[in-house]
């Protein structure tokens, strides 16, 4: 009888201990200003060169994961640079952030983007949507996209009837 009252007390001093341990922090100041600086140095990048090796260095971890609609998932740096590579032209690429927000070295984005896309000897098209994406601060302190998910608001196009 002895041991589990033991066994009892040990139990709950445990759980005083786990639960009286501080909630992680929420981002700091520093922490929102450094992931909005990341968005909009990889914005300036894809609206003025198109360099998609930059822009994926400066925005998305090297194991990061990107969720376009209507394939499947990609993963890792120079699979997401093959995808812009290969992709239509992108131009007048805007985000809008709506939420930073996080706690610890995990946040989270929540925002819209615009964008125009031009497929090879193609007509350009606008096209605006949402987003969410996961990030996590690295070992050298920066902060990168571990997971990128969005999609467009606009309804898909009928394709052309078959002659």
């Given at each position: 009888?002895?041991?589990?009252?033991?066994?009892?007390?040990?139990t709950?001093?445990?759980?005083?201990?786990?639960?009286?341990?501080?909630?992680?922090?929420?981002?700091?100041?520093?922490?929102?200003?450094?992931?909005?600086?990341?968005?909009?140095?990889?914005?300036?990048?894809?609206?003025?060169?198109?360099?998609?090796?930059?822009?994926?260095?400066?925005?998305?971890?090297?194991v990061?994961?990107?969720?376009?609609?209507?394939?499947?998932?990609?993963k890792?740096?120079?699979?997401?640079?093959?995808?812009?590579?290969?992709?239509p032209?992108?131009?007048?690429?805007?985000?809008?952030?709506?939420?930073?927000?996080?706690?610890?070295?995990?946040?989270?984005?929540h925002?819209?983007?615009?964008?125009?896309?031009?497929?090879?000897?193609?007509?350009?098209?606008?096209?605006?949507?949402?987003?969410?994406?996961?990030?996590?601060?690295?070992?050298d302190?920066?902060?990168?996209?571990?997971?990128?998910?969005?999609?467009?608001?606009?309804p898909?196009?009928?394709?052309?009837?078959?002659?």
């Amino acid at each position: 009888m002895r041991s589990h009252g033991m066994l009892f007390l040990l139990t709950l001093i445990a759980f005083v201990f786990i639960g009286c341990q501080p909630a992680p922090q929420g981002l700091s100041k520093a922490d929102d200003q450094a992931i909005r600086k990341t968005g909009d140095e990889a914005i300036k990048i894809a609206n003025s060169t198109a360099d998609w090796d930059a822009y994926t260095k400066l925005y998305y971890a090297q194991v990061a994961i990107l969720n376009a609609p209507n394939a499947p998932a990609i993963k890792g740096h120079d699979a997401i640079v093959a995808m812009f590579k290969s992709g239509p032209s992108i131009s007048d690429f805007k985000f809008e952030v709506l939420e930073v927000n996080g706690a610890g070295n995990i946040a989270f984005v929540h925002g819209k983007y615009s964008m125009v896309l031009t497929p090879a000897g193609g007509k350009p098209v606008s096209d605006k949507g949402k987003y969410v994406e996961v990030w996590k601060r690295l070992a050298d302190g920066s902060w990168k996209v571990a997971i990128d998910t969005f999609n467009s608001d606009l309804p898909l196009v009928a394709p052309e009837p078959t002659k």
